[in-house]
């Protein structure tokens, strides 16, 4: 069965510490990849995608993720974290052609100035 | 640009009382159109989604249902609610996009702002 599994339920960070959040995803086939962010009080919002090509792509506010197939990994990084970057981040998996979008339970991220 | 509309923001209903949740979709035409569930300490579920007018596809089974009366608005329906319906409602819309070199369809799924559902 497809899943998508992230491991930090709540990371708090000071300002301009590095930031990676895991994901790990079961599914048995091609995939697209995303990661969603809730800032407080807003909508869920698309951080970044993978579809295909480079396995490293480049989100807005300076985050990242790099797709591992070998590890059915798609870990979210950002070099230099912000307050503003106080959000929930969630993980989520689709396979080609299909329409259901598997999320993990997301992960809360504080930012301390 | 294209909006994704949820009313209302929040709801407090009694057990066994029906319910109705909106969604409209502006700027974009035939859109994918979905609706999803967030329970408490859990990630976000699929619950349906529809393709095109009166086309409603279910993932679970459960104690609401789903119409798209008009090409850009999506309602989610229950005739008697339950205490398990409690939690946090999303829509979302897509555009299949490019096909890419291997022949797979993309599409990117938006999401409006929610309705959280409390049931008493």
């Known amino acids: 069965a497809q899943s998508v599994s992230q491991h930090n339920h709540h990371v708090i960070l000071s300002e301009a510490a590095s930031l990676e959040l895991g994901c790990n995803y079961s599914?048995?086939?091609?995939?697209?990849l995303f990661w969603y962010v809730q800032y407080p009080g807003q909508h869920l919002q698309l951080l970044l995608k993978?579809?295909?090509?480079?396995?490293l792509v480049k989100g807005i506010k300076g985050f990242e993720a790099e797709f591992i197939k070998s590890k059915f990994s798609f870990n979210l990084r950002k070099p230099s974290v912000q307050w503003s970057d106080t959000a929930e981040y969630f993980c989520?998996?689709?396979?080609?052609?299909?329409?259901?979008?598997?999320f993990g339970t997301g992960t809360r991220l504080t930012v301390i100035p | 640009s294209q909006t994704i509309h949820q009313w209302p923001a929040t709801l407090v209903q009694p057990v066994g009382s029906p319910l109705s949740l909106e969604c409209t979709v502006e700027?974009?035409?035939?859109?994918?159109l979905y609706w999803y569930r967030q329970a408490a300490g859990r990630g976000l579920q699929l619950l349906f989604y529809?393709?095109?007018?009166?086309?409603i596809s279910s993932e679970v089974p459960q104690n609401l249902s789903a119409s798209r009366p008009q090409d850009r608005q999506f309602i989610l329906s229950s005739k008697k609610l339950l205490l398990s319906d409690s939690g946090f409602y999303l829509c979302?819309?897509?555009?299949?996009?490019?096909?890419?070199?291997?022949?797979?369809?993309?599409?990117?799924?938006?999401f409006g702002p929610g309705t959280r559902l409390t049931v008493l």
């Open positions: 599914y048995g086939g091609t995939v697209n």
């Open positions: 529809s393709v095109g007018i009166g086309q």
């Open positions: 700027g974009t035409s035939n859109p994918n």
């Open positions: 993978y579809f295909s090509g480079d396995p």
């Open positions: 989520a998996v689709k396979g080609t052609g299909a329409n259901n979008l598997f």
């Open positions: 979302a819309w897509s555009v299949f996009g490019s096909v890419a070199g291997e022949g797979h369809v993309q599409d990117t799924q938006y």
